[in-house]
């Protein structure tokens, strides 16, 4: 039998596709940069499918490439050797609160957004909030450990996850849900299955922690035409009580917001800090107090009701859907030192004019930990082009003590730089790793080593 009738028959005729006009919507990356070519699309409904689905492609000797929600910003989903696609979209069952524990089950293909939604409707918070919210899923989520709007605080995707059920390469399922409040049996396996980017196993469902819901909230947008001054000001806030949100706008973005969306900046200034804290009490003088020394660039614009607060989010919301207006935009997410941030923008702006003349740097990101996006508007280079321009940031990259990947994982455009962050033993146990799951390398091959 070849590989499409059995995978036929293991989820049905109306769940696998080999139509090139499917395949060819799936290839692509989310900026639409990046195409890998595929053989076929496969989606399981429950758990046992996933399992059946690896062992058949494994014992063909086809490689397989997770999807989630496909807004991988590394091009974590583009396959690169004719791969069988395998999507999560069907295990998308969202499970009852439970409002004591504050927890909820999920299926790997449920949206951040249905999350968020269940959890409000309990009267809780999902601790990680992304604006790929209604397309990324828990899954894909947990796989490149998701940071985001809410990190600052209440961490990562990996701080949220009190249990997983993941069918390893071989085909077995490995369940760690565990209701227990503190485990010390054994290997975290948990912990390494999250950030793997889908190189150890399949996640088909999640445990995720909730929170309570602060009923006080504020949010402001502060100008400021020193990034420096913005960065005093950030590291100030981001150690105080009751910070929910700190995220850097470079009004290069708020100035295409305003020409392409009609969303201009609320505030004066070439740097806006967006701050939002949330607590059991009214923040709004706590705010205050804590901007009376920044050297701001005029009045900050605040907003304590629900809709002024939307208001005030929708130029960061909007960045988004501007990048790719002219065309895909070259992407680096970088953990940087506070220290070296300034320095840091000030030399890739020198570094991408120079190779592209009229290309748009953007600056943006979360702010609080150092954890930011530089996206190269107007950068339609050729292959050779790029890879020169992607080269030299990632040397001013590590000039400036930041790392290979602050959040978006490594996927298949970072895996020459490895050596930036790890060490040649580090990557040795780390393949020790893949290879024990995964001996001969078909589950996302083109993930994380090369
Ligand atoms: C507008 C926009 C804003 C974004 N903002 C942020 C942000 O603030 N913070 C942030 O961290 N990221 C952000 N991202 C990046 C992206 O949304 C995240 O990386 C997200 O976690 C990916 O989820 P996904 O379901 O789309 O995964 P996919 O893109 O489908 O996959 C990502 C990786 O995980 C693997 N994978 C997916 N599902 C599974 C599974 N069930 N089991 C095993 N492996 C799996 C894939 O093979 C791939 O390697 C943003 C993206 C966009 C487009």
């Known amino acids: 039998m070849t590989i499409l009738a059995q995978l036929v028959a293991i989820v049905g005729a109306g769940h696998v596709s080999s139509d090139p006009d499917v395949l060819a919507g799936r290839v692509v990356d989310h900026t639409g940069r990046y195409r890998g070519r595929a053989g076929a699309l496969v989606r399981p409904g429950t758990d046992d499918e996933v399992a ?54 999920v299926g790997a293909g449920t949206t951040c957004a249905a999350v968020q939604h269940a959890a409000a409707a309990a009267g809780l918070v999902f601790g990680v909030d992304l604006a790929s919210r ?13 940071g985001g709007l809410r990190t600052v605080r209440y961490g990562n995707m990996r701080e949220q996850i009190l249990g997983l059920e993941i069918v390893l390469p071989d085909g077995s399922l490995v369940r760690r849900h ?4 503190s ?45 420096d001054a913005l960065i005093s000001t950030g590291r100030l806030l981001r150690d105080a009580d009751g910070i929910a949100a700190l995220e850097l706008i470079d009004s290069r973005a708020s100035a295409l917001t305003a020409e392409h969306l009609g969303v201009s900046a609320p505030v004066d200034g070439a740097w806006q800090l967006l701050i939002e804290m949330a607590g059991d009490t009214d923040q709004s003088d706590a705010l205050a107090e804590m901007l009376t020394d920044a050297e701001l660039a005029g009045e900050p614009a605040v907003g304590v009701d629900p809709s002024a607060s939307h208001r005030l989010w929708q130029v960061r919301e909007a960045i988004g859907d501007v990048l790719g207006w002219y065309g895909p935009p070259l992407k680096f997410d970088v953990w940087l030192p506070l220290s070296a941030i300034s320095g840091f923008a000030e030399r890739a702006v020198a570094i991408a004019t120079e190779h592209v003349p009229g290309v748009i740097p953007v600056l943006f990101g979360h702010v609080g930990e150092g954890n930011l996006h530089l996206n190269l508007v107007r950068c339609n280079v050729s292959d050779e082009a790029e890879r020169n321009l992607y080269a030299a940031m990632m040397t001013l990259i590590a000039d400036c003590g930041g790392n290979v990947s602050s959040e978006h994982g490594v996927g298949t455009r970072k895996r020459d730089y490895l050596t930036m962050s790890r060490t040649d033993a580090d990557i040795t146990a780390m393949r020790t790793v893949k290879a024990a799951f995964d001996p001969t390398g078909y589950l996302n091959p083109a993930v994380l080593f090369r």
Do not use: K, W
């Open 134 to 146: 209604d397309s990324a899923t828990a899954g894909g989520m947990a796989s490149t450990n998701a």
């Open 178 to 181: 565990s209701h227990l409040r």
């Open 183 to 227: 485990d010390n049996t054994g290997y975290d396996l948990t912990s390494l299955f999250v950030g793997a980017e889908g190189t150890l196993g399949v996640v088909t469902s999640l445990d995720l922690r909730l929170h309570p819901t602060p009923p006080h909230r504020v949010t402001a947008v502060a100008g400021f035409d020193d990034l």
């Open 52 to 105: 059946a689905v690896l062992r058949a492609c494994r014992d063909a000797g086809a490689y397989v490439t997770v999807q989630g929600g496909r807004t991988s910003l590394v091009a974590g989903t583009v396959p690169e050797h004719d791969d069988i696609l395998l999507s999560t979209e069907r295990l998308s069952e969202v499970g009852a609160v439970d409002t004591v524990e504050r927890r909820i089950r």
